[in-house]
Structure formats: structure tokens, C-alpha cells
């Protein structure tokens, strides 16, 4: 019976994961396959399709872009993380919950909803359609994040080693340069490729926003709505291997912060 | 180090501390001299840490001065507010090694990397942890930390080494290895050292004065045996004596005879010769009865004393040389007694067993 049972549960298990990734396996598959037209079984092996990707210059655009998205997006998001996970653990503010409410309140709102709104108000601020703008709108929505991941860390830390440290006569810039962020380093650096993949990932905000400024995903929604070219399978396969391995980095860096904390 | 105590390095002038509308300190002062070895007793929340925290500036006086040296710490910068204070948690930096913390206070002042070398080098060895400069925080035992932790306190030369609660995670055996450090430290450098510990015993050891506080106010200051032996408030009589205290009324005062009732008890005890007090008829007081020593072999025998009571035996604990016994003495209160034993004394007691006292071991105190 419990045989049978533990049997079952693992038939499920790979059926679910069969059913999530057949389309990854799918466009996997046909990425490798000769000929224009997407039928099985597979015909042909080919590495065409990738090379045509890397000499397609919009999409080669598209990724010079989204790296630059993510990079800046990255960065500033953790920074303003930081800023708000700190403020939240150190200075004590008068209604701690309405604060942090507040400061996540930017990943709550329907991206759609937030990505019109920023388009009215980036054209009134003449910044619609540029890279920064692009960039500002992510940042937006990857810092509250950025924030809860830093917060978890921080709300860990001691703070008798930083008053000890203050009380050994440490400036506070010295205390948050020597002390703190070493002892986040970790969540730090998983925080950085957390919002880096988010970035890389974005849709809405980026074609809201982005007018003739476009990432990666944009590029293939346009390509997508013309005609078909199988070197998006390619394409594809290229963004899921860079998503999925940030994703691993993150996964790895994230959970061994409780040993530094600890 | 004695002979400089009529220094004074720390003076606590009236200091009252409030959280809300809590008062956790309620107009403290206390002098601290140079070279001594002070600590702070009292049972948990009597506003022992806070002490602390006020000194080192963590938390803020609601009422009061601290001076260090004559001068207000509020007007002193961290430079010059050369008093460094051991956590509880010890508060090491987890992501340095045992070098570089001990080193940190010296290197943010930057000392060359040659000196610091040695320095810490040599702090290392008076706490006893030589070559222990590469290793990690969290390989260490709580008993390495702990001596990590003083190390880097003592390298900035403190005027004054706090401590709270430095034995807190240690074992029993741990803790009295770190209490001869402690002594060993203070008699080599000479620093005034400020413990706080709710533990009587390991501040009887090292210091050469106590201060006891209770619900945020000073009981007694003095030396461990004037505090063990001549309480001046029944709070302390029984945290730090472990004496019985039994809440009674004077009925007769007679010079420095007074009898009082206690519950259904009359007893005699002295007025205390330490404290001038005018005990009167009717006065609500308490009635110390110096932890009563039961003769090994005339338990049972009513011994010629002015106070005499029947118990029954309630809990018996032996330890070393000493058994501790409870009676329970009907219409009074449980009394706790010592007795010397050993492999010629009869273990079994009498049912009931028969206490008695002259008034000279026993004294009254003000409620």
C-alpha cells in the first residue's frame, strides 16, 4: 500500500515537471532542427539557427541592452535594498510596518497599471523611451526585492558587534564599510543577481517604457508579431541557460547567509 | 592597586532612567575608583545592564550626570571615552579572524602594521591564546571568545573594562578558569574593572567591592565581606547572605534587645550595630536570622537558646562537606539551615528537629 502510494506520488512528481518543461524541452529541440517548419519527429540536426541569432543584429541590440538594463537595475536596486533594510534594522522608524509596507508597495502594484503610468509620466519628464528610462522603471520594481532579501539578513545581524565596534571608537562609515556589509555579503551578492534575473526577464515595464529602447524580450515579442523565425528557439534556449544559472547562483549564495548571521 | 581607591575614575551623580513610563533606574549614584574591581549584583531586570549601557553611551540618563575623570561622558567624544565594554553576546566580528578583531580598535586608529602585529600578539598571550591570530571566530570554544572579546577590549589601554555578564555561557568549570583570568588580568594591568553578573558568587571572588541593586535602585556598596555579613536591607540579606528573612512586627525594643512577631513566633534578635536606626513598638520590620548551623550531634536537643522552634524536614541537599536543609517550622515559615557532615555523622534526622538561636545571632532590619 505505502509502496504503491510513494510510487504514485513520484509518477505525479514527473508528470508536473514532464508538463512544465515539455515546452523548454520542445523549443530545446527544435532550436537543434533543420527546416523552417516545427513538426516531429525532428528531422535534421543544425546549429543554423544559433547563428543566425548571433548575426541578427536587432537581437544582438536586444542583448547588449538587456545586459546593461540588468547590470544598472542590479545595482541600484540592491543600493536603495540596502538603504531601506538598513533604515528598517538601525534607525528604528516610529511605525516599522506602514514602513515597510510603503517601501514594498513598488512590486505590488499590476505591472500594468504601473507601466502605464510610468509611460504618461516619463513623457512629461522627457525621459520616456530612453535606456535610463528603462532602467529607472525596473529599479522601481526590483527594490522592494531587493529590500526583503537584504531585511532577512540584516534583521539577523547582532548589534552589540557593531556597538562594539562603535565603542572601540569606530566611525559610522567605518562600522558600515568594515562590519556590516562584510557580514552581508552574501545576501548581498545574491540580492545583485536576484534583481539582475528579474530585469533580464521583464516584459511589461520595459515594452511600456522602452519605446525604440529595446531588451531582449521586447525584440522577440516584435519579431514574434511580424513573422516566424526559428532562431527565436535559440534565442530562447540561450535566455532560459542565463536565467536558470543566476537562478542557481542565487539559490546557492542565498541560504548561507543564516551561518554568517548565526 | 589599592592604594590609589581614593581616585575616583567614574562617578554615577543621580542618575534615573526611564523607558516610557517605566523606571528602570531611579536616582542612582555610585563612585567608581581607579584600579578597582567593582561589580554590579542584583537579580534580573534590577537595571544592572542598563547601568552599563548609560556609561558607555548606548542609552541616554533620563535624570543625572556620569563623569569620567570630572567630565561629563555626554560632552566627550568616542576618543576620549576611553571605557570599553565586554557584551554579553561579546559581540565579535564573525567575519574577521581572531587577529584582526583583536587588533580592530588599534587599527582604526592607525597604528602601523608592524605594531599592531606585536600588540596583538601580546594580548593574544596574556589572555592566554597565543598564536590563535589566524583562526576563525566560530571555531573557537565560548571560553576562546570570551578571552578573544577581553583581548580586544584591553589593546586600546581602557581607563575602565566593563563587563556583562562575561560568565554567562560558560559552564562551571569554565567560569572558574575565566574568574582567576579575570583577577590575573586586573592584577597585571591595573585597569578598573566594572562587572555586572546576577551570579553572588563569582562577584564575591573577584572584586574588591560590590554594589547591589535591586529594582533599579542601590542597596549597599562595600566590600564582600560587609555585604555578606552586615546586609543593611533585607534585599540584600537575602540575595547576597542567603539568609532567612522573615517579615515581622516589633513588640518590645529595649536598647539593642528587640522582640518581634513573627506570624504566630515571638523572637528575640539585636538592633544591627552597622545601621542607626530607632526601632519602635509596632514597627513593620524584617527578622534576619543568621542561616542557623544545627549542631552535628545535638540535633535533637534544644540548645540554650533565647529563640526555640520545631520543623519538619522539607528538602535535604548535600554538597562537599556542607548539607543544606529546609524546615518547615508550622505557624513561621520554611527556614534553611547548614550542617557540617561527614562519615561519622548520622545521616537520619529527627522528626521534628528542634532549632534554636540566641538573640545575638539574630538581627532586625527596617522593611
Avoid at chain 1, 196 to 211: K, Q, R, T, Y
Avoid at chain 1, 231 to 239: F, L, R
Avoid at chain 2, 66 to 80: N, S, Y
Avoid at chain 2, 185 to 214: K, W, Y
Wanted: hydrophobic content about 45%; overall charge positive.
Amino acid at each position: 500500500m505505502r509502496r504503491k502510494a510513494a510510487l504514485a506520488a513520484r509518477a505525479y512528481v514527473v508528470v508536473a515537471f514532464a508538463y512544465l518543461f515539455a515546452p523548454v524541452l520542445s523549443v530545446t529541440l527544435f532550436s537543434f532542427q533543420t527546416g523552417r517548419v516545427q513538426t516531429f519527429p525532428i528531422r535534421g540536426f543544425t546549429l543554423e539557427w544559433y547563428a543566425s541569432a548571433l548575426t541578427n543584429s536587432a537581437y544582438r541590440e536586444g542583448i547588449t541592452t538587456s545586459v546593461i538594463v540588468a547590470v544598472c537595475v542590479a545595482v541600484i536596486s540592491t543600493v536603495l535594498g540596502f538603504a531601506g533594510a538598513h533604515l528598517l534594522c538601525r534607525r528604528s522608524p516610529r511605525w516599522p510596518l506602514l514602513y515597510s509596507a510603503f517601501v514594498s508597495m513598488p512590486a505590488f502594484i499590476p505591472l500594468v497599471l504601473s507601466g502605464l503610468v510610468l509611460l504618461i509620466y516619463f513623457q512629461k519628464i522627457w525621459i520616456y523611451g530612453s535606456l535610463f528610462g528603462v532602467i529607472a522603471a525596473q529599479a522601481c520594481y526590483c527594490s522592494p526585492f531587493a529590500f526583503v532579501v537584504i531585511y532577512l539578513s540584516y534583521q539577523k545581524l547582532n548589534v552589540e558587534v557593531e556597538q562594539a565596534a562603535r565603542n572601540l571608537g569606530a566611525e559610522p562609515t567605518t562600522i558600515l564599510i568594515s562590519i556590516v556589509l562584510p557580514q552581508l555579503y552574501r545576501p548581498l551578492i545574491a540580492t545583485l543577481l536576484l534583481t539582475a534575473l528579474v530585469s533580464w526577464d521583464e516584459f511589461i515595464l520595459a515594452f511600456f517604457v522602452g519605446g525604440f529602447t529595446k531588451t531582449l524580450p521586447t525584440v522577440i515579442y516584435a519579431s514574434l508579431a511580424t513573422s516566424f523565425d526559428p532562431s527565436i528557439n535559440a534565442i530562447g534556449v540561450s535566455v532560459t541557460i542565463c536565467s536558470a544559472s543566476l537562478l542557481i547562483l542565487v539559490s546557492r549564495l542565498a541560504p548561507s547567509q543564516s551561518r554568517l548571521a548565526g | 592597586m589599592t592604594g590609589t581607591s581614593e581616585d575616583p575614575v567614574l562617578e554615577i551623580r543621580g542618575v534615573s532612567k526611564l523607558y516610557g513610563r517605566k523606571s528602570v533606574l531611579s536616582d542612582v549614584s555610585l563612585t567608581i575608583y581607579r584600579g578597582e574591581f567593582l561589580s554590579i549584583i542584583g537579580p534580573s531586570g534590577s537595571g544592572k545592564s542598563t547601568i552599563l549601557k548609560l556609561v558607555v553611551g548606548t542609552v541616554k540618563p533620563t535624570k543625572g550626570h556620569i563623569l569620567l575623570r570630572g567630565e561629563d561622558i555626554a560632552t566627550l567624544g568616542p576618543e576620549r571615552l576611553r571605557m570599553v565594554m565586554v557584551w554579553q553576546s561579546l559581540g565579535l566580528f564573525p567575519h574577521m579572524d581572531v587577529g584582526d578583531n583583536v587588533g580592530f580598535g588599534l587599527a582604526i586608529r592607525r597604528v602601523s602594521r608592524r605594531d599592531l602585529r606585536t600588540r596583538v600578539a601580546q594580548y593574544l598571550e596574556m589572555v592566554g591564546l597565543q598564536g590563535f591570530e589566524r583562526r576563525r571566530i566560530d571555531e573557537l570554544s565560548g571560553g576562546e571568545q570570551q578571552r578573544v572579546a577581553i583581548a580586544r577590549a584591553l589593546i586600546v589601554e581602557p581607563q575602565v573594562l566593563l563587563l556583562d555578564e562575561p560568565m554567562g555561557g560558560l559552564d562551571k568549570h569554565r567560569r572558574a578558569q575565566m574568574l582567576s583570568k579575570f583577577r590575573e588580568i586586573h592584577r597585571l594591568t591595573g585597569v578598573t574593572i566594572v562587572m555586572v553578573t546576577h551570579d553572588q558568587a563569582e562577584a564575591m571572588v573577584t572584586s574588591g567591592r560590590l554594589a547591589v541593586l535591586n529594582d533599579g535602585a542601590i542597596h549597599q556598596v562595600g566590600a564582600p565581606y560587609e555585604i555578606n555579613n552586615q546586609p543593611k536591607t533585607a534585599f540584600v540579606a537575602q540575595f547576597v547572605g542567603h539568609k532567612n528573612v522573615l517579615p515581622a512586627v516589633v513588640v518590645n525594643a529595649n536598647g539593642p534587645r528587640l522582640t518581634v512577631k513573627s506570624h504566630a513566633e515571638t523572637l528575640s534578635g539585636q538592633a544591627p550595630r552597622w545601621i542607626s536606626h530607632d526601632f519602635q513598638p509596632g514597627d513593620e520590620v524584617v527578622y534576619v536570622e543568621v542561616v542557623y548551623v544545627i549542631d552535628a550531634y545535638k540535633v535533637s536537643f534544644a540548645t540554650n537558646g533565647d529563640n526555640s522552634v520545631n520543623g519538619h524536614v522539607d528538602v535535604r541537599s548535600v554538597s562537599g562537606g556542607t548539607e543544606v536543609v529546609e524546615l518547615v517550622v508550622p505557624g513561621l515559615a520554611t527556614l534553611r539551615c547548614e550542617r557540617s557532615v561527614s562519615s561519622s555523622i548520622e545521616s537520619e534526622l529527627p522528626d521534628p528537629v528542634n532549632l534554636s538561636w540566641s538573640a545575638e545571632d539574630a538581627y532586625v532590619l527596617p522593611r
